[in-house]
């Protein structure tokens, strides 16, 4: 990660990850009473810890970036350590990462390909070019 000073504060940037890290840090400070500084998570990615006023962490998120299938995937995720993330938690992380005209995916795998490394994590997976991948399945007018 590479930081660069400027006048109104500092910009962070993570070579090959298509986000907007200091879009997202804004965005996600609203999930916290403070956040911390983001740092290098992976080959491209970063994490963020989210804390309470008394300075505790209370959860983090990490945004990723890689190569699947021959398109570039960004993998989003928050966690909570009392709790499950909520709908707005999950919301505000879509806004922070994708922005509004990218598309995210919640993905529940089969019970054979289901990975659960921490209990209170939620997720989001989008092609970092934002393409759909469903059908619209409202064209009707119903869903």
Request: aromatic share 10%; proline share 3%; with cysteine.
């Amino acid at each position: 990660m590479t930081l660069a000073d400027e006048k109104h504060g500092a910009c962070w940037t993570v070579p090959g990850l298509e986000v907007d890290v200091h879009r997202a840090v804004h965005v996600l400070s609203f999930l916290a009473r403070s956040i911390g500084r983001p740092e290098r998570f992976g080959e491209c990615g970063f994490t963020l810890r989210l804390y309470d006023s008394s300075g505790v962490c209370k959860g983090s998120v990490i945004v990723t970036q890689a190569d699947h299938d021959g398109a570039e995937w960004i993998h989003a995720s928050i966690t909570r350590e009392a709790t499950m993330p909520t709908y707005a938690d999950l919301a505000r992380l879509h806004e922070a990462v994708f922005g509004p005209q990218r598309y995210a995916y919640q993905v529940f795998a089969s019970a054979d390909r289901h990975v659960n490394i921490h209990a209170r994590a939620l997720h989001l997976w989008g092609r970092a070019d934002g393409k759909n991948l469903l059908p619209d399945f409202g064209q009707h007018g119903t869903i």
